[in-house]
């Protein structure tokens, strides 16, 4: 099983960025997806998820309106779009997948760097 994120990089307070999250090796479709990030010092937490089944989404309180996480289940991709970005959402942002019928079967990422200054 292998995710490989993408889309990081460096931008000003204000803008936006997207990430990918390539899946391979495993049933995509099985698994629900999230997106966590670490901040430097900082523990490691859950910023979006999305089911693999109605795609439900949910979001922590302070990204809600400012990112949308989607699915491809064809492609079998998860992206995070992330606008209106402050320095707070400077972090590596990590795609994670779970199987949704049993969450002790997770996956990770390498992760990709997130920087928001001016």
């Known amino acids: 099983a292998q995710l490989v994120e993408s889309g990081g990089g460096w931008v000003q307070p204000g803008g936006s960025l997207t990430l990918y999250c390539e899946a391979s090796?495993?049933?995509?479709?099985?698994?629900?997806m999230f997106w966590y990030r670490q901040a430097p010092g900082k523990e490691r937490e859950l910023v979006a998820s999305?089911?693999?089944?109605?795609?439900?989404?949910n979001y922590k309180d302070s990204v809600k309106g400012r990112f949308a996480i989607s699915r491809d289940n064809a492609k079998s991709t998860v992206s995070l779009q992330m606008n209106s970005l402050t320095p707070e959402d400077t972090a590596v942002y990590y795609c994670?997948?779970?199987?949704?019928?049993?969450?002790?079967?997770?996956?990770w990422g390498q992760g990709t760097q997130v920087t928001v200054s001016s």
């Open positions: 090796g495993f049933t995509f479709s099985n698994c629900d």
């Open positions: 999305i089911s693999n089944i109605g795609g439900r989404t």
């Open positions: 994670n997948a779970k199987l949704a019928r049993n969450y002790r079967y997770s996956f």
